[in-house]
């Protein structure tokens, strides 16, 4: 983390535990998969978060105060993807570009995640983003649950040079998938 990265308390405790449950970045209306970014982009924070059904972000200057709301991914009609998507993880930044992984549902309500790579400098900005997914639900406890055929990445820590990705299995379980870092460049490369 930057030195200068001081996180806003959105549940602030004294203890560790016991917690003061603060909210969600922007309060009044349907909005979730909140995720900031691991860096000031631009000289602001910068978080996604979901007015469904698209992914948008959202900046900041002190993380109390939220506004520049922009639309970054929307549901692409027909595909796996084809009526919502939210976030995941932090964003993991490549020379590339920022990659995001992010999960979405077709008219089958079936959850499954994908990736794609937004500019650095202006992550309004989609510079790839493949058709294919790259997971959907297959094992039983990802099918049967809370939230039945759902998967959904939550983190991505990068580890010499592998990504750990933590996600939801059926709103029930934590699953670990684990890709090399450059292999999942390629293929949202490729498209």
């Not at 900046?59 to 506004?67: R, T, V």
């Not at 976030?87 to 077709?106: F, K, N, S």
């Not at 510079?127 to 406890?141: D, F, I, Q, S």
């Not at 990445?153 to 684990?178: E, F, H």
Request: with cysteine; net charge negative; aromatic share 12%.
């Amino acid at each position: 983390m930057p030195d200068d990265f001081r996180p806003a308390a959105k549940a602030p405790s004294t203890n560790l535990i016991t917690w003061q449950r603060l909210g969600h970045l922007i309060q009044g209306e349907d909005n979730k998969d909140h995720v900031l970014f691991p860096r000031k982009i631009g000289g602001r924070y910068v978080s996604f978060h979901r007015r469904p059904p698209a992914i948008w972000l959202a900046y900041s200057d002190d993380l109390q105060h939220w506004g520049d709301f922009q639309i970054v991914m929307s549901p692409r009609s027909g595909n796996w993807d084809g009526n919502r998507v939210g976030a995941g993880g932090v964003p993991i930044e490549t020379a590339h570009g920022w990659l995001v992984l992010y999960h979405g549902y077709d008219d089958t309500v079936t959850y499954r995640f994908g990736a794609c790579l937004l500019d650095l400098k202006d992550p309004t900005r989609v510079v790839a983003r493949p058709r294919p997914y790259l997971m959907e639900p297959e094992e039983t406890w990802e099918i049967k649950g809370d939230v039945p055929h759902a998967i959904f990445s939550a983190a991505n820590p990068v580890v010499d040079g592998t990504v750990y990705v933590y996600y939801g299995g059926a709103d029930r379980v934590i699953g670990l998938a684990t890709c090399r870092l450059e292999e999942l460049l390629a293929f949202v490369r490729a498209g």
